[in-house]
């Protein structure tokens, strides 16, 4: 039977899951501290009718607070241009990965199991994100939980190897196999030999030498010794 791996009882899935729980508080407080800077009261307003499926029963406010990772992510890429680049740290590379965090949400969401490097990922791209945010307060749990997934990663390693240890004499470097020796087939008795066939060398011909003619201090000029004749007379 096959081994899940966890931390402190907790399956990668439900890590996940606690690290969704995590981005939520942080991002409800970053979208009302930028949002509400750039359009004063009507900030939750303007956020909540920017979303496709804004007709939701209750005050705004109150329909803001229970909004999922993937709306509050929504909001931050519908006000990208306007709001969230302007005052904040946030580059292109930041929006590549809320969408990874996003397309994760919606994984888990849907019940997607997770392995222990889909876990570690979203914690590095979690502490990615959120210290784009300069925030006064960061959830430590976040750097803790990613330090202790890569220390399992690591003992799992150290585990595969111990049952079966690569070929190797020095770290790192693996031991190529030797190639195979392929016996060519033999001659039948009778056969006449064949000739061998070298390249034919051209004759050389003969170049008159040539001297180095420096003229007015330029160097290049390759004379004859005729031509050297020529100008002694």
């Known amino acids: 039977m096959e081994q899940i791996a966890t931390i402190d009882g907790m399956n990668m899935s439900e890590i996940v899951g606690r690290g969704l729980k995590l981005l939520n508080v942080v991002l409800l407080d970053f979208i009302q501290l930028h949002m509400s800077a750039c359009f004063g009261d009507e900030w939750v307003n303007t956020a909540v009718s920017s979303l496709r499926d804004s007709k939701t029963s209750g005050s705004n406010k109150s329909v803001y607070k229970n909004f999922d990772t993937t709306r509050l992510i929504q909001i931050i890429i519908n006000f990208w241009e306007q709001v969230f680049t302007r005052n904040t740290q946030l580059s292109h590379a930041h929006k590549s990965y809320l969408f990874e965090l996003k397309r994760t949400r919606n994984d888990w969401a ?28 960061f959830p430590e749990e976040i750097i803790v939980t990613k330090r202790r997934i890569a220390l399992l990663m690591a003992q799992m390693v150290t585990e595969i190897w111990r049952h079966s240890p690569p070929q190797c004499g020095i770290i790192g470097s693996v031991v190529k196999p030797k190639p195979e020796l392929v016996s060519l087939p033999q001659t ?42 020529m100008d002694i007379d």
């Not at 490097?117 to 006064?136: G, H, P």
């Not at 064949?194 to 201090?217: A, C, F, K, W």
Request: hydrophobic fraction near 30%; aromatic fraction near 10%; proline fraction near 14%.
């Open 110 to 137: 849907h019940q997607f199991s997770f392995s222990v490097e889909d876990a570690y990922r979203f914690m590095d791209t979690l502490e990615r994100v959120i210290s784009a945010f300069n925030l006064q307060t």
């Open 188 to 229: 039948p008795p009778g056969t006449p030999p064949i000739p061998s066939v070298r390249p034919t060398t051209p004759p050389v011909q003969n170049i008159p030498p040539y001297h180095l003619e420096q003229d007015n201090g330029l160097i290049g000029n390759y004379v004859s010794d005729d031509e050297c004749m």
